[in-house]
């Protein structure tokens, strides 16, 4: 198939090399943005050069075209057992993918563009954009160009129907999820700081979210259910893990967090009970700073038990997104946390 005469053809197999940037075009806007943000990198290999060859692959019959560009680009290959699956999804394109292992982990794409779409795409421009995304980790890696189309990596996974991208944890962003390296840094000091507050060690429910109570009217007692999580923990860590779920879960808000004054309420009570005696005002006092302070890892705990969750559970639960709203809790109470002073 000739190549339509208005389709861009590349001379040298090398075409890609990065140009001057144009002070006119979107692309040198884009260049000069990029470097301006601090964010631009040399031009690697990948950057550097894409191959391209002069190859014309028929739109009506794909696979031996397809097959030629594969000898290219995986020459150790056997010709005879490679497989070939047809993505008949697209309405602009047509798509070939290329492989010789069954679970497809390498994969070349071979993508042929539809007749005459160089009309409404700029596919030169294209292809910079595909290098551009896939230097900063957001597209695939692409292998080579030819006169009318491109070879890219398979990327793993599931394309997405209409049924699927209504569901939440689809678009809940992970990017509000701290880095690994930040949430290592928090643990530590989190180990660091309330290992000194001096909490007594005792037997904890470690759960104690509203449906975990039951209250008998007619007995006029309190009861909890659920032991999963109890064991042994930190006296101020399951109380301050108490007030935190206040909050709620379906629907967070922490406006609901109990105010101080209700807090030095029912810690009275609490350490009353205890007792069995009155708690003195600098014991109250005390609890509170304790209970405030292991609340952070409350947070923190419970965060890395909804991505954990995220990951393998089959609950319908945007496990994600109560992740992030904990995460950015704690760091948002954690200056004020900081600065509460333990009485002596």
């Known amino acids: 198939m000739a190549v339509p005469p208005s389709a861009p053809v590349p001379c040298s197999p090398f075409y890609l090399r990065r140009q001057a940037p144009c ?18 990198e040399p031009p690697g290999p990948s950057r550097a050069a894409v191959p391209c060859f002069s190859v014309v692959v028929d739109q009506d019959d794909i696979l031996p075209g397809a097959l030629h560009l594969i000898r290219e680009l995986r020459p150790h290959w056997k010709p005879e ?14 798509l070939v993918a290329c492989y010789v292992e069954e679970d497809m982990r390498d994969c070349v794409l071979v993508r042929v563009y539809g007749e005459r779409t160089e009309l409404l795409v700029d ?15 957001c597209a695939p890696k692409l292998y080579c160009t030819f006169q009318n ?11 997405l129907g209409p049924e699927h991208i209504r569901e939440p944890q689809l678009f809940s962003l992970s990017a509000d999820v701290p880095k690994v390296e930040v949430l290592e840094q928090e643990l530590s000091w989190l180990k660091e700081h309330l290992s000194q507050l001096e909490s ?8 104690l979210l509203c449906k975990n109570i039951i209250y008998d009217s007619a007995k006029g007692h309190v009861r909890f259910i659920d032991y999963e999580y109890a064991g042994y923990n930190y006296q101020a860590f399951d109380i301050g893990n108490h007030f935190n779920e206040f909050a709620g879960v379906n629907e967070v808000d922490y406006c609901r967090y109990p105010a101080r004054e209700i807090q030095l309420q029912w810690l009275n009570y609490y350490l009353e009970a205890q007792k069995g005696t009155a708690a003195t005002p600098r014991e ?7 209970v405030n302070k292991f609340a952070l890892a ?19 639960f945007d496990f994600l997104r ?8 704690y760091f948002r109470v954690k200056p004020q946390v900081l600065a509460l002073e333990m009485p002596k």
């Open 23 to 40: 002070p006119q075009c979107s692309w040198g806007m884009e260049e000069k943005a990029a470097a301006s943000a601090g964010y631009w």
């Open 81 to 94: 057992q490679v497989r070939t699956k047809r993505f008949k999804d697209g309405i602009t394109n047509k």
């Open 123 to 137: 596919r030169e421009n294209e292809v910079r954009n595909f290098q551009l995304l896939r230097a900063h980790g």
């Open 149 to 159: 189309g491109l070879c890219y990596e398979y990327m793993q996974g599931v394309a």
């Open 200 to 207: 007594p060690v005792v037997f904890c429910h470690n759960d």
């Open 284 to 290: 109250v006092e005390r609890l509170y700073a304790q």
């Open 298 to 316: 409350s947070h923190f705990f419970w965060a890395l038990w909804a991505l954990i969750q995220n990951q393998y559970s089959t609950i319908s």
């Open 322 to 329: 109560y992740a992030v709203i904990r995460f950015n809790q």
